[in-house]
């Protein structure tokens, strides 16, 4: 159904390799980037998406010098640990009153 045995995979796709546009609008471009020393840095993806206005303004208003998009990254990530972590503690509590 979908041309994926065709496609490169980030991990196949060379580094040095030029950006093309078919990359960009099959969606299978994976950034790449690396820190000052070289490290390369964890996967980003590039994706699109609708906020609100006020959602934008919030984080463009609070980033500063970092960049906003930077933010809504971490805003997003740390809504992840936090269900992950409701979840450990409703399993511990639910536990613990069994044990009652």
Known sequence: MSK????KTSAEAREDAPLRQADI?????????RNAAGVVLPNKQ????????AVIEHFKAKAG????QTLINEALKQAIQAESLESV???TIREELRRL
Do not use: E
């Open 46 to 53: 590039r994706v699109n998406i609708f906020l609100d206005g």
């Open 4 to 7: 994926a045995s065709a496609a």
């Open 65 to 68: 010098d970092r960049g906003y």
């Open 89 to 91: 503690i409703r399993k």
């Open 25 to 33: 609008a099959a969606g299978t471009l994976v950034l790449r980037k």
